[in-house]
């Protein structure tokens, strides 16, 4: 099936198979290997994405239990496409690299998407409510801690 759909930006116009999921249709046919696979059962968020549809606000959704099929028109938005066109870093990545907010880096990519729309959707969150709120991205690394204070910076930059 033919599909178009934005991705970061760009017109993008892909044949794949109908049941091909989201995260197939950004690693295997766009090559945007941002967006990590690491449970394909929607339980860890290193698939996260940002998915905007007819002129919404974007949401974070974990691309590997989508169909590549219900984007169709949407404009997604994967770890490659937040930084500024000069290569200036998302206030959200800044935040994540100076508060240490990563350690192997293979939750990272979903960690901060989820953590951007974390802010849009609550931009005045507290500490346990940002805990709360990336429940559904599992790192293995960092415990956390530096991951809410990247949040927390985020917050004051975004602000």
Same mark, same amino acid.
């Given at each position: 099936?033919?599909?178009q ?37 929607? !339980? &860890? %968020?290193? #698939? *996260? ?9 974007s949401? =974070? ?19 490659e ?6 290569g200036?870093m ?12 990563? !350690? &192997? %880096?293979? #939750? *990272? ?10 802010? =849009?959707?609550?931009?005045?969150a ?10 559904g ?23």
């Amino acid at each position: 099936m033919q599909l178009q759909l934005k991705v970061n930006g760009k017109p993008v116009t892909a044949d794949v198979p109908p049941n091909t999921l989201l995260v197939q249709l950004l690693r295997e046919h766009l090559q945007l290997t941002g967006t990590h696979v690491g449970c394909d059962t929607a !339980q &860890c %968020g290193a #698939c *996260t994405v940002l998915v905007q549809s007819d002129g919404g606000e974007s949401r =974070a959704i974990k691309s590997c239990n989508v169909l590549a099929a219900q984007m169709q028109g949407a404009e997604v938005t994967t770890i490659e496409g937040i930084a500024a066109a000069d290569g200036t870093m998302h206030p959200m990545q800044a935040a994540f690299k100076d508060a240490h907010g990563l !350690q &192997c %880096g293979f #939750c *990272t990519p979903g960690m901060v998407l989820s953590s951007i729309d974390l802010l =849009a959707q609550h931009p005045q969150a507290s500490e346990a409510e940002i805990r709360e709120l990336l429940e559904g991205n599992i790192c293995r690394c960092t415990g956390y801690q530096n991951i809410v204070k990247a949040v927390q910076q985020a917050q004051q930059a975004m602000a």
